[in-house]
C-alpha cells in the first residue's frame, strides 16, 4: 500500500469509467485529486506496482474525516483490499486529531452498506437528494420571493435550524459538494457575507450557484412551511436561469414528499460514521 502518484491517474480511470449503471466520476477526477494536497489517495499494489485498489481521504475540520471513492478493480475483488484501505484511512484520521470517520452511500447500494456495517460504521442520517428543473414547482400562494439575508438573520436561523426536526434528523451534519460535517453558525456568517443566504417567510436557505446548477445546501424551515421555500427556490432559479436545481436535506418523510410534489427525481443517501 502506498500513496497515489501522477502516473498512477490513467490506470485507475480505466478500471472505475464503468463502476456504476451510469458510469463513474473517478475517472474525471483521479488526477485532479491525486495532485490536491488537502486529500489522501491511498492505492493498494501489485507485485509490478500497478494499482488494484484506491481510497481517497481528506479532513473536513480539526476533528472530522471523510472517506470516499473506495474502489477495486474487478479483477481483485474480494480479496479484503477494500477493508485494508479503509482501516489505513482511518488511521490517517486518527493520526491527524480526527475522531471521526464518516462516509456516505446511496441507500440502494446494498453492497457497499453491508461492508461499511461491517467495518464498525453505522448509520447516522438518511438524506433526499433531489434534482428539479426551474419552473415546474407549484406556486400556491403565488411567487415566493427569496431575498438576500444578512448578517442580522444568522443568529435567527441558527437559533431555529440547531431546534428543529432538521437538525436532529441530520444530526446537526451540513452537506457540501458530496460530504457531510457538522454545520456551525460560521457556515451562516461566510454564506451572508458570500450573499448566499436567503430569506423568505417561510424560513432561510443556503444557495450555492456552479455553473448552470443550484444548489441547495442548508435549510431551515418547518414541515407546513417547506413547500413555499422550495417555490421560492424554484422562482430564484429560473429568475437565474439555470438549468437544474439539487438538494440535500435530511429525510424526514415530508421533506421527500414536498420534493416529490414539486416534481423532483428523489433518491435517499445514507451517512455513516464511526469513532476513530
Known amino acids: 500500500m502506498r500513496e497515489a502518484r501522477a502516473e498512477d491517474a490513467p490506470g485507475i480511470a480505466d478500471w472505475t469509467r464503468e463502476t456504476f449503471e451510469w458510469g463513474d466520476y473517478v475517472a474525471g477526477s483521479i488526477a485532479e485529486w491525486i495532485e490536491d494536497r488537502s486529500r489522501h489517495v491511498l ?107 444578512g448578517r442580522s438573520d444568522v443568529d435567527p436561523a441558527w437559533i431555529y435550524w440547531s431546534t428543529s426536526e432538521l437538525y436532529e434528523t441530520g444530526r446537526g451534519l451540513k452537506p457540501e459538494q458530496w460530504t457531510w460535517r457538522r454545520g456551525t453558525v460560521a457556515d451562516l456568517e461566510q454564506a451572508a457575507r458570500n450573499q448566499q443566504l436567503y430569506t423568505n417567510p417561510a424560513g432561510w436557505v443556503a444557495l450555492e450557484r456552479i455553473d448552470q446548477e443550484l444548489e441547495v445546501t442548508w435549510v431551515a424551515t418547518s414541515p407546513n412551511d417547506f413547500p413555499r421555500l422550495v417555490a421560492g427556490i424554484d422562482t430564484l432559479g429560473s429568475e437565474w436561469g439555470v438549468s437544474e436545481i439539487s438538494y440535500h436535506v435530511p429525510q424526514t418523510g415530508w421533506s421527500g414528499e414536498a420534493l416529490l410534489r414539486a416534481g423532483a427525481e428523489v433518491s435517499e443517501i445514507l451517512v455513516y460514521a464511526k469513532a476513530v
Open 43 to 149: 492505492v493498494a499494489v501489485d507485485t509490478e506496482d500497478i494499482p488494484k485498489a484506491m481510497a481517497v481521504v481528506r479532513m473536513l475540520s480539526p476533528y472530522e474525516g471523510w472517506l470516499s471513492a473506495a474502489r477495486v478493480r474487478p479483477d481483485s475483488q474480494r480479496q479484503g483490499l477494500g477493508s485494508l484501505l479503509n482501516d489505513a484511512s482511518v488511521e490517517w484520521i486518527r493520526s491527524r486529531g480526527g475522531r471521526v470517520a464518516r462516509l456516505a452511500t446511496e441507500d440502494v447500494n446494498t453492497a457497499a452498506r453491508s461492508q461499511v456495517e461491517k467495518l464498525g460504521y453505522r448509520k447516522v442520517s438518511t438524506w433526499v437528494y433531489a434534482e428539479i428543473e426551474p419552473g415546474t414547482a407549484p406556486q400556491p400562494f403565488g411567487p415566493e420571493k427569496l431575498k438576500p439575508a
